[in-house]
């Protein structure tokens, strides 16, 4: 079972790591990201960065989806991370069950040269991206905006739609 989808730029770090996969008492870890799954010194650090004990597991977007629709997966706490709207939103049309999407840090990197807004100290985001996160929100899950598991919860449409 999905407990959650995180759009974060950084993918598996401290807050991913020693934060929301604790705090979500998950049994393993996805990665969807096509960079990651073909990159080993990407796959390496990632998974040096994940909690002792917690599965990590990296694959490109279209392998997860069918890893994550798998009927085996049902059996385990997961928890998804993907760094950009677009594979999150790939995600959240292929596979059911997504209770919530949570936009954890995404769009500092390349900030000028992509034209993006900022909407709070962790969301920075251009129209196409916007466009997207809005597509993501229209399927009706849930989606915050939060860095870490004690931040307050902000309604992603509430901050991207003002």
Not at 10 to 15: A, D, N, T, Y
Not at 25 to 51: G, H, R
Not at 96 to 125: C, E, H, T, W
Request: with cysteine.
């Amino acid at each position: 079972m999905i407990k959650l989808l995180r759009i974060d730029e950084r993918l598996i770090h401290g807050q991913v790591a020693n934060q929301w996969a604790r705090q979500l008492a998950v049994d393993a870890i996805v990665v969807a990201n096509d960079e990651a799954a073909t990159n080993d010194l990407i796959k390496m650090s990632l998974k040096m960065a994940a909690p002792q004990g917690i599965k990590v597991v990296i694959k490109k977007v279209e392998d997860a989806i069918s890893q994550l629709n798998d009927p085996r997966a049902k059996n385990l706490s997961i928890f998804v991370v993907v760094n950009c709207p677009q594979d999150a939103l790939k995600l959240v049309l292929s596979v059911p069950d997504i209770p919530y999407v949570n936009v954890g840090n995404f769009g500092r990197v390349n900030l000028a040269k992509m034209n993006r807004k900022q909407y709070n100290d962790s969301l920075f985001a251009n129209e196409e991206e916007v466009a997207i996160l809005n597509k993501i929100i229209d399927t009706g899950i849930d989606c915050e905006v939060r860095m870490l598991t004690t931040d307050p919860k902000v309604s992603l449409k509430s901050l991207i739609n003002k």
